[in-house]
């Protein structure tokens, strides 16, 4: 009995020290960031720090590989970051990626900034998307300047106060900035820029080990020995947003919506082009709404592709197709030129051309249809022949295609008497004779 009692206090204990071992191990959460800066990074990171929160991790490891991105949602990261409850290391990884532009920003806003060998940051210089230099006025060079002027001031101002509040370097930063200078890993140490240079996440978390970070006002000294690193991959939802908000997926969506619901308009019935567009339409919109576009782009874009459709309806012999071309062309340049966001030129020509194409092989089509002869309605009936179902002398009955029809003659006509077809006004039809005999 004293046997069996001391096995079951046994097991209850190791039950014990096990869930202790597993209620007490350390996790730290890592999120890999691989492209450009965009609201489905912004969502990505948000979730990531709500998830380590709820786990009450010990650390965040933002993996970065970037070469800028916007602005906005650049400051709604770093804002995540400066209101994280957890400690947030940027790391940028793996050899040969950088942090350029909008990746700088975010790795000073970090608590610790590690970098590995063969890697690189800077180039953070604002870029207005309306820079496209397309001979403005003196006025409107002077505005853009001006425009600029203060987008500088203030992203030298945003990133300084970073690097006070990290304790980084500050001129440096605000060189990154008016300068667009960059560092290697290796000078960025020495400049005091980042903090660690590391080979690989184990050798980060070995070297953070112990160091000392201030957390929301507060001094947090990191415990990162036998933690477990738990990899944070995005989610359906974080995929599908970063494949639609790449501008040129979102590019694509807006023409091949046009193009289908006006495929519709100009076949209705068809439904499939309708609905296809409609959808394509829905999410190209749906993804400018969350880019940074010029809305004169997007106002160009759409009535480029008007113009060319209305070709269809309206021929011009041409003036509208070649104007439609140019708005699009000119449209789609301004749509967006943003670091990391804009629409290359070769995608631009080939959809200005495609859609070009697309609308000259329906107006073929169009043009070919009503050139055919009229096999459906009361214009069909003209030139048809009938049977006549009766003797009649100025009105009777005759059959046309299995239907009996009320119709009018100046001649004679005997039953069975072959007739042609030579007008009609409502449900009367005018006949006469194939021949003088009528048969």
Do not use: C
């Not at 609308?359 to 022949?385: D, P, Y």
Request: no cysteine.
């Amino acid at each position: 009995m004293k046997k069996i009692l001391f096995l079951l206090l046994s097991f209850i204990f190791l039950l014990l020290v096990q869930e202790y071992e597993v209620l007490s191990s350390k996790i730290v959460v890592q999120l890999n960031v691989d492209g450009p800066i965009g609201p489905a990074i912004e969502d990505y990171v948000h979730q990531g720090i709500e998830q380590a929160t709820s786990e009450k991790a010990e650390l965040i490891i933002l993996k970065l590989n970037t070469p800028g991105g916007l602005d906005k949602t650049m400051r709604e990261i770093i804002s995540d970051i400066l209101a994280s409850p957890i400690p947030v290391v940027t790391y940028v990884a793996p050899e040969g990626s950088r942090a350029a532009s909008a990746g700088t920003y975010i790795l000073y806003a970090s608590h610790i900034a590690a970098m590995t060998s063969a890697t690189n940051l800077g180039a953070a210089t604002p870029i207005s998307i309306g820079d496209l230099g397309f001979g403005e006025s003196k006025e409107e060079t002077s505005s853009e300047m001006q425009l600029q002027k203060k987008m500088m001031s203030d992203s030298v101002a945003y990133i300084r106060e970073l690097a006070h509040l990290r304790g980084r370097n500050a001129d440096w930063a605000e060189k990154a900035v008016r300068e667009a200078a960059s560092l290697s890993s290796g000078q960025a140490l020495q400049l005091r820029v980042i903090d660690i240079l590391a080979h690989d996440v184990p050798d980060l978390l070995k070297q953070i080990n112990g160091k000392t970070v201030t957390l929301l006002n507060q001094p947090k000294v990191l415990n990162t020995q036998d933690v477990k690193v738990e990899v944070l991959e995005p989610n359906w939802r974080i995929r599908f947003l970063q494949v639609i908000t790449d501008p040129n997926i979102a590019y694509i969506l807006l023409i091949i919506g046009i193009w289908g619901i006006f495929f519709e308009f100009v076949n209705p019935g068809m439904v499939l082009p309708g609905v296809a567009g409609t959808i394509a339409l829905l999410l190209g919109l749906y993804a400018f709404q969350l880019l940074p576009i010029h809305y004169t782009g997007l106002a160009l874009t759409i009535m480029g592709l008007i113009f060319m459709a209305s070709e269809l309806l309206v021929p011009t012999h041409g003036v509208l197709s070649i104007g439609g071309v140019i708005a699009f062309f000119f449209g789609s340049i301004l749509l967006l030129n943003v670091k990391g966001y804009s629409t290359p030129w070769g995608l631009i020509i080939g959809m200005s051309a495609g859609s070009l194409t697309f609308f000259i092989i329906l107006l073929g089509f169009a043009l070919k249809a009503r050139k055919k002869k009229i096999v459906s309605g009361h214009e069909a009936l003209l030139g048809s022949i009938a049977i006549v179902q009766n003797d009649f002398t100025n009105e009777g009955w005759v059959k046309v295609g299995g239907e009996l029809w009320k119709a009018r003659s100046s001649l004679p006509l005997k039953k069975g008497q072959l007739v042609e077809i030579t007008h009609y006004k409502g449900l009367e039809l005018t006949v006469k004779p194939l021949n003088k005999r009528g048969t």
